[in-house]
Each structure stands twice: as C-alpha cells, then as structure tokens.
C-alpha cells in the first residue's frame, strides 16, 4: 500500500518550545514542584507522560497560592493578563512558555482596544487561546466564526474595529470574512495573525487529501487545530478518519485503498506520527 506522508505534519514550534520547556524542568530534578497552567499541548499522551513525572496541571480558577510554592509554567495558548499577573503575584516561579506569534496578538489587541477600536477574533470562542486574547482587550472584545457572525459584531461597532484571528484558524475561512468585510465596506483594520505554519499545514493537508483513497488525521480529540485539518481533508476526501494513537486504526477503513495520506496536528508527536505510518505499510 502506498502511504504518503505530510511534510510539515506534527510539533509546530510554539509546541515544541512549550513542551520541551517542561521537559527541561522536570530533567533539572530540582526539589520544587512543576505545574503547567491547564494542559501543556492538546495532547492527552504527553500530558500524562509528564503527568508520571509529577508535572501538575492547574486547572482554570483554581487558587494558586494554596499550591506548595514551585515552577509554574505557561502554556504555549497563552492566558490572560488577569491569569499573567495573578501567577506574578502568586510567589511561584514563572515561566512563559506563550507561543511568540500569539504574544503578538496579546500586544496587537491591547493596544487597539486601548486606542479605542472593536477588537473582534475569528476563532473558536471555547478554545483557551481565544480566552485568552480577550483577555488582554482593554474594552470587551468578540469572537465570531461566520460571515453572519462578523454582520451582528460590526451593526454596533461606531469607531472602527480591528480583525485578527486565532492563529489555528481555518485560513480559507479567514479569508472569506475579510472578502465579506470588503464587500460590505466595513471600517475595519484586518491583522491575519494566522501562523504561516498552519497556513502551509492546512493547504498541504487538503493536497496529499486530493491524491489518496483514504486520508488519516493524527492529533488529540481536543486539538482544535487537529479538527480543523480533519474538516478541511474531509471536504476533499469522503475516507477521512481523525485518531489519537496506531491503537485507534480500524482496518475496515482501508478496504479498497491503494493510497493513503497521513497528516497530524500541531499537538502531535513524532513518534505517533511514525508508528502510525509504520503500522499503515507494514501490517495493512
């Protein structure tokens, strides 16, 4: 069976950076603690791996300065500047792990929303980045997702208003709002703050899609990037299957199938990424 691979498929470097932070913390073998503010990656594989190695998630809302006083470090989403300054004054150790490409949406709506504008996200308003950007506003911020989303949003809006987006953000769907801002000649400054490198895993994702017979997406059923590649090859490819590890595969999902294509979320680690491919030549 021919199997074909994305090249830009896995750890993206924001992740990279997050994870091999806490990795770093935990091999230092200090007497401190190590806590990750919420889960490190959508990964629920290496959040238990670190979990085993006695990294602590901190769940959203919970009192930090109850927690014996150790190495808190901030995940690669980001939070707001409540939760930024809360974990400062907390008395622990505090690493930024904030992927840099989303600390520069920190900074861009801050001080937009400061001067005055409308701070409106495209994105998913559950997924803790976006929480997170709103929570740098200085003024209320929103989310939409539609074209009819961004028309409620911009009925309201007198002074202007700046467009960015969660930097996981489906890229032909950014496009079609800010073709729908043209269109309807709204005041609105658009700042795409999607990653380059989720562009590129997006746009490879729908290509290797177009060539297979079955298309599998490899990531954490949480990873909001992961579902949005299992969309955009689902469109392309009726065979798309979304799994978290080689012990998800069914092989009824081949039958019939002399290619198949592998892609993976942001949150996914190389060696998934090789054993499912392993398994994919190999044993089907």
Known sequence: MKVIVAKNAGFCFGVTRAVDCVYDEVKKNTD???????PIIHNEIVVEDLAKRGVRVI???EDVS????????LRSHGVSEAVYQSMIDSGHQVIDATCPFVKKIHRIVS??????????????????EVAAVLGWCKTPGAVVETPEDLEKVMKNVKNGAT????????????????AFAKEMRYNINVVNTICNATKVRQLEACEVAAQVDCML???GKHSSNTQKLYEICKNVCAKTYYL?????IDPNWFDGAACVGITAGASTPNNIIEEVQTHVRNEL
Not at 66 to 73: A, D, Q, R, Y
Not at 111 to 125: D, M, R, T
Not at 244 to 248: E, L, S
């Open 59 to 61: 769940e959203e809302g």
């Open 217 to 219: 997406v490899i990531g």
């Open 32 to 38: 401190l603690p190590v806590y990750t503010y919420g």
């Open 163 to 178: 467009l960015v987006a969660q930097t996981t953000f489906n890229h032909n769907k950014f496009e079609n709002l800010v």
């Open 111 to 128: 001080e937009k929303s400061a001067a005055g504008e409308k701070v409106i996200i495209a994105g998913n308003p559950d997924h803790p």
């Open 244 to 248: 978290q590890t080689v012990a998800d």
């Open 66 to 73: 109850k927690l014996p006083k150790g190495i808190v470090i």
